[in-house]
């Protein structure tokens, strides 16, 4: 989902493919985060 909604420019130290690839890695990072931050926050 989130690679298929970024387009990023490759350049000399990532390839377009490799910056898509962290941008869904770093997505599912923050969202696991501010799960359970938030689920911390609940109890």
Do not use: W
Request: zero cysteines; charged letters at 25%.
């Amino acid at each position: 989902a989130v690679g298929a909604a970024v387009e990023p420019d490759g350049d000399i130290h990532a390839s377009a493919e490799y910056r898509r690839h962290l941008s869904e890695v770093l997505a599912v990072r923050a969202l696991r985060t501010a799960i359970t931050r938030a689920l911390e926050g609940a109890a």
